[in-house]
């Protein structure tokens, strides 16, 4: 099967400015996550979809960081506007259902924000 | 608040012989433990899990061992390979929500 597929690889945008991230999933993968990974530190969830609806969003910064996940499938992770803070690799993940252990990751947006 | 905790950075280890990558957390509620692999430029990859209900599991050169008690979970990797070079990330998860919650990592590198 195809994995989770992230576009782009690469992002570097000056701050205050914003930025989109996408993400495709496995097909017929009902969970989708965002994760984000700072230099040096383990990946920390963002938000978690289940098809189309929010089951999680409480570590997402609702004043610039939005994300929506239409039609149950694609999603967008957007950022607006960034902080230097910002910089990481922001990872999409997905799974068949939330009660499955596993995950398959995507190889990562990774964002510079200078 | 770091629930995970992986507090060996890095940890170099000879071809051929045993790797034990270590990991501590303090959220009693955590029910199942992960294990992922990760290379530069790619996402992490599942590597190997554990219940709580269980104190060990195997696959292949790869085991993982759980002392609730301790609240302390290792990896063992026998015999190292280089190609096992990489970061080692323990996670867990806690109840239905089946969220990540993930240590700092340990960069593991086996020298030929």
């Known amino acids: 099967e195809a994995g989770v597929a992230q576009s782009p690889r690469y992002k570097i945008i000056e701050k205050r400015q914003s930025v989109a991230f996408w993400c495709n999933p496995i097909?017929?993968?009902?969970?989708l996550y965002w994760y984000q990974q700072i230099l040096g530190q383990g990946p920390k969830l963002l938000i978690q979809?289940?098809?189309?609806?929010?089951?999680?969003d409480s570590q997402l910064p609702k004043d610039r960081f939005s994300a929506e996940r239409l039609k149950g499938v694609d999603s967008t992770l957007k950022i607006q506007p960034a902080k230097l803070e910002d910089s990481a690799v922001y990872l999409c993940?997905?799974?068949?259902?939330?009660?499955?252990?596993?995950?398959?990751f995507g190889s990562g947006t990774r964002l510079t924000v200078v | 608040d770091q629930q995970v905790k992986q507090n060996s950075p890095s940890l170099s280890v000879q071809e051929g012989r045993i790797s034990i990558l270590n990991c501590d957390y303090t959220n009693s509620m955590f029910d199942y433990f992960l294990w992922y692999k990760k290379y530069p430029a790619e996402g992490p990859t599942f590597l190997i899990s554990?219940?709580?209900?269980?104190d060990k599991n195997e696959d292949g050169r790869f085991t993982v061992f759980l002392n609730k008690s301790a609240k302390h979970l290792s990896l063992h990797i026998v015999p190292s390979q280089p190609g096992d070079s990489a970061v080692y990330f323990c996670?867990?998860?806690?109840?239905?929500?089946?969220?990540?919650?993930f240590g700092s990592g340990t960069q593991l590198t086996v020298l030929p």
């Open positions: 979809f289940q098809n189309n609806g929010v089951v999680d």
């Open positions: 554990i219940s709580s209900i269980k």
């Open positions: 993940a997905s799974s068949r259902d939330r009660t499955n252990y596993g995950y398959t």
């Open positions: 097909s017929g993968h009902a969970t």
């Open positions: 996670a867990a998860m806690e109840g239905s929500a089946r969220q990540l919650t």
